[in-house]
């Protein structure tokens, strides 16, 4: 048997679809988003959408990493675990990524290491700042009391990269590195019983509460742009492990496609972007204003994505392989 999404041993129990499910709802909303292109301070829709949605992915994907599977490995065998299960498709397709959008660019290898690893092109931050945080994480669950520095360096992270950009002025990395961290480290910190998430009614408050507070934000009241971005993403942080138990048994339809989508969502979230900028498939300019047409894109995509791993899966079992699931993801 292959490990799980979330890199633990596995087990004779089959893959719950939960959190597959999940991924797969967050990912419609990434799809989407970089699909429907217009510029972020002129439509309240995707306005929205940015508010929370990476974070509560960056919160799953804490939510998915238990203390023993960190504790477990070693750092080699940890980095060589997530170098075959994400780090390498990353660096391949970053460096395609480069290759299409930038054809003139340099391949010098400082400049490689800025443009891919520092600050990475467009939505390929994810994936450092994911292993950044595992690392951290893998380093932070050694200590004596691991729910109290995971926590402290959390805040500390959030708290202090706006502080030491005041001082220093733009940081040399991307500045996601640092202040994602905290929405890992919260989804880390309840899986493993250091930290609690809201009451479902509190969290639907809390939600509708930041969803209004944006709005304000977005109509010109800057002043509470943070009030409105912690109020939303702490609600929709807290609803993340009551839906996955929502979603344990998949959805009628739709549910094994989600599951499907779920579990090689690395591979989604990585490749979709050829398609929905219009690399791939020209028409960018004609969707990307458009809220119906990027959602007709959108579901494409998705549905595209479940056929090609579909006949994937089948020629692989056809020549003895076996299937390649997500990463954690």
């Not at 994911?130 to 520095?149: F, N």
């Not at 950009?165 to 019983?193: C, H, K, Q, W």
């Not at 109509?219 to 979603?247: F, K, R």
Request: glycine share 8%; net charge positive.
């Amino acid at each position: 048997m292959r490990e799980t999404a979330t890199g633990e041993a596995p087990s004779a129990r089959p893959r719950s679809a939960g959190p597959d499910q999940l991924k797969a709802l967050l990912l419609v909303l990434v799809v989407f988003g970089h699909t429907y292109m217009v510029p972020l301070d002129s439509d309240l829709l995707r306005y929205m959408i940015y508010g929370f949605h990476m974070p509560a992915f960056l919160f799953l994907s804490g939510y998915l990493v238990s203390e023993a599977s960190l504790r477990r490995r070693s750092l080699g065998e940890l980095l060589r675990h997530y170098w075959r299960r994400m780090l390498l498709a990353w660096l391949v397709v970053s460096l395609v990524w480069r290759a299409a959008a930038t054809p003139g660019a340099s391949w010098a290898p400082k400049d490689l290491v800025d443009a891919v690893v520092l600050q990475p092109a467009f939505h390929l931050w994810y994936i450092p700042a994911l292993m950044l945080a595992v690392v951290v994480a893998w380093v932070l669950v050694r200590t004596a009391r691991p729910g109290l520095w995971i926590g402290a360096v959390a805040a500390l992270a959030y708290l202090g990269t706006p502080a030491l950009e005041s001082i220093t002025g733009p940081l040399p990395f991307d500045r996601r590195y640092l202040l994602y961290f905290v929405y890992f480290a919260f989804g880390l910190m309840v899986r493993n019983g250091w930290a609690r998430v809201l009451p479902v009614p509190w969290a639907l408050a809390s939600v509708a509460g930041g969803l209004v507070l944006r709005a304000a934000v977005f109509a010109g009241a800057e002043s509470i742009d943070q009030l409105a971005w912690l109020v939303l993403n702490i609600g929709a942080m807290s609803l993340v492990p009551p839906a996955i138990g929502w979603l344990e048994r998949p959805l009628p339809a739709i549910g094994p496609s989600l599951a499907t989508i779920g579990q090689y969502s690395l591979w989604v979230y990585l490749l979709h972007p050829f398609v929905t900028s219009g690399k791939v498939m020209p028409g960018a300019e004609i969707w990307g204003s458009s809220v119906p047409l990027s959602l007709a894109v959108t579901v494409l995509v998705l549905v595209v994505a479940v056929v090609l791993i579909a006949v994937g899966t089948r020629l692989r079992e056809r020549i003895g392989g076996r299937p390649v699931g997500g990463a954690a993801f």
